[in-house]
């Protein structure tokens, strides 16, 4: 049932003192690093001045844009300690890198494999990982837990529909890590294939990267004939295995033991209460390379910290509510609407106003990005205009990592861009 039993089971007072002491090792760490030792010297933070956990508020908060700004100044360690770099998207296109150490990487793949221990997962079990490998880290990163816990892994990745199937089929899968909107998406194909799911091993799902609901959840359980689990995480805390369900489903234990969780009233940026929602802010209590202090993940939850059922005394936190920022995640993919302003404004074809509306057919999401195409650009020949369509979708695709459906518009068709214009319409609920 424990992974980790000693730590996960720290009694009350212990699991505090640990992370206490690992605050103050990881505020040394932070202080070889251009970035922090700046920052940290102005605020006059010391590991001294560090006497409880709540005066993790002397330090200041760190956020996506200074990581975009300062990558390379947050390392601890020199470059050729690094063994392996993951990337999120930017809010002006440019990446959020995450350098990793060797340690870096066992100690990830141990809160991965701790966290599908947790569930269930035993050696022995088919593991086919159908996210994204490459910069994503959902690929890698469950990957490594999945092999560490000693279960056959499949390195599935995302798309392809057909062969994930086959892959299940063939090797006898018996747990999946799948985005919950494909997940439901994947019983087209199953379909089309005259396959139920439920006549498959399958027995265990870990599913997220991007928001569901509970009905989303029981709907996968009911279709596949297995039990589905909430798993969050985001590349600055490594990745996935940040905070996961346990067996009672009741919110996803937060490993404490390795992340100092805060969660801030997005107002006032002091604490929230416990059942309150509020910005989720977190620090490294055990990363080398490239340590993160109060890290503003701009996600949106509440937390419980009364004791599980499971015996682990770690906080659970409730789904992810919401942002505190634009960004909108499609097909797991987590885009900014800059990105998309900044892509169409560098064409010099495209008029200043255009729309992108998000549906959602069948679970899969669909992104339309309606683009007003300038005056002397906008021709009666289809094979002139299908050709700029085609550019203009194939520049989105390789700045978002999706692939939208673009439509070209006369000019002066859409809302104008009068103070700050709708730009972005969400109509998935409704789908
Ligand atoms: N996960 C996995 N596969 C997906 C998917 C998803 N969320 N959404 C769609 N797909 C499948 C499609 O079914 C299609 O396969 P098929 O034609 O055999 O049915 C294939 O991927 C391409 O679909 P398309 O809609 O043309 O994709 P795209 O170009 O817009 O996006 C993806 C390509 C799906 C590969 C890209 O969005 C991706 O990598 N998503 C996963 C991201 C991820 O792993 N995030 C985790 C972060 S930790
Ligand atoms: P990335 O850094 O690319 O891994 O993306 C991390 C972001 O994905 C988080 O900050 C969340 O916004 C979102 N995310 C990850 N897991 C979940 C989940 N289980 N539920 C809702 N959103 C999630
Ligand atoms: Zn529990």
């Known amino acids: 049932m424990y992974w980790d039993k000693a730590v996960e089971t720290l009694p009350a007072g212990e699991l505090e003192a640990l992370q206490l002491r690992r605050l103050r090792e990881t505020v040394a760490r932070a202080l070889l690093s251009p970035f922090y030792r700046e920052r940290l010297e102005a605020a006059g933070v010391t590991p001294e001045?560090?006497?409880?956990?709540?005066?993790?508020?002397?330090?200041?908060?760190?956020?996506?844009?200074?990581?975009?700004?300062?990558?390379?100044?947050?390392?601890?360690?020199?470059?050729?300690?690094?063994?392996?770099?993951?990337?999120?998207?930017?809010?002006?296109?440019?990446?959020?890198?995450?350098?990793?150490?060797r340690e870096d990487?066992?100690?990830?793949?141990?809160?991965?494999?701790?966290?599908?221990?947790?569930?269930?997962?035993?050696?022995?079990?088919?593991?086919?990982?159908?996210?994204?490998?490459?910069?994503?880290?959902?690929?890698?990163?469950?990957?490594?837990?999945?092999?560490?816990?000693?279960?056959?892994?499949?390195?599935?990745?995302?798309?392809?529909?057909?062969?994930?199937?086959?892959?299940?089929r063939d090797h006898g899968a018996t747990v999946i890590h799948i985005i919950p909107s494909y997940a439901l998406y994947l019983l087209n194909h199953f379909e089309a294939l005259g396959v139920d799911p439920r006549d498959l091993p399958l027995r265990l799902a870990f599913i997220g990267a991007e928001p569901h609901s509970e009905d989303m959840r029981r709907r996968i359980e009911a279709a596949y004939g297995l039990k589905a689990f909430n798993s969050y995480g985001l590349s600055e805390m490594n990745g996935p295995g940040v905070a996961f369900e346990c067996?009672?489903?009741?919110?996803?234990?937060?490993?404490?033991?390795?992340?100092?969780?805060?969660v801030l009233d997005p107002g006032t940026l002091t604490p929230a209460a416990p059942g309150t929602v509020?910005?989720?802010?977190?620090?490294?209590?055990?990363?080398?390379?490239?340590?993160?202090?109060?890290?503003?993940?701009?996600?949106?939850?509440?937390?419980?910290?009364?004791?599980?059922?499971?015996?682990?005394?770690?906080?659970?936190?409730s789904r992810?509510?919401?942002?505190?920022?634009?960004?909108?995640?499609?097909?797991?993919?987590?885009?900014?609407?800059?990105?998309?302003?900044?892509?169409?404004?560098?064409?010099?074809?495209?008029?200043?106003?255009?729309?992108?509306?998000?549906?959602?057919?069948?679970?899969?999401?669909?992104?339309?990005?309606?683009v007003e195409v300038r005056e002397e650009f906008f021709t009666e020949d289809l094979r002139q205009l299908n050709a700029l369509r085609k550019r203009i979708t194939e520049a989105l695709k390789s700045e978002l990592l999706v692939t939208p459906v673009v439509e070209l518009v006369e000019p002066h068709t859409l809302p104008a861009g009068e103070g700050?214009?709708?730009?972005?319409?969400?109509?998935?609920?409704?789908?």
């Open 320 to 370: 992810i509510q919401g942002r505190t920022d634009d960004m909108i995640i499609i097909k797991g993919v987590n885009i900014f609407p800059l990105q998309i302003e900044q892509v169409l404004m560098s064409l010099p074809e495209v008029h200043t106003n255009y729309l992108v509306e998000l549906s959602r057919k069948n679970f899969n999401d669909i992104m339309t990005v309606k």
């Open 105 to 168: 990487i066992e100690a990830w793949a141990d809160l991965v494999a701790r966290s599908m221990y947790m569930t269930g997962v035993r050696p022995g079990d088919v593991f086919q990982n159908m996210m994204g490998y490459g910069l994503f880290t959902g690929g890698l990163g469950f990957h490594y837990g999945g092999e560490r816990l000693g279960c056959l892994t499949i390195p599935a990745g995302a798309g392809n529909s057909a062969r994930q199937i086959q892959l299940m």
């Open 49 to 101: 001045s560090i006497r409880s956990l709540e005066d993790v508020q002397k330090i200041p908060l760190t956020t996506k844009d200074d990581l975009r700004r300062r990558g390379p100044d947050f390392l601890t360690v020199p470059k050729t300690e690094l063994v392996r770099l993951h990337a999120s998207s930017g809010t002006t296109g440019q990446a959020t890198v995450i350098y990793y150490t």
């Open 278 to 317: 509020g910005e989720l802010v977190f620090t490294n209590l055990t990363r080398r390379g490239m340590p993160l202090l109060r890290y503003r993940t701009r996600d949106l939850a509440s937390y419980d910290d009364a004791p599980c059922p499971c015996g682990r005394r770690m906080k659970r936190l």
């Open 420 to 431: 700050k214009a709708v730009r972005l319409v969400d109509r998935r609920s409704e789908g």
């Open 247 to 262: 067996p009672e489903q009741n919110g996803m234990h937060v490993w404490e033991d390795a992340f100092l969780m805060e």
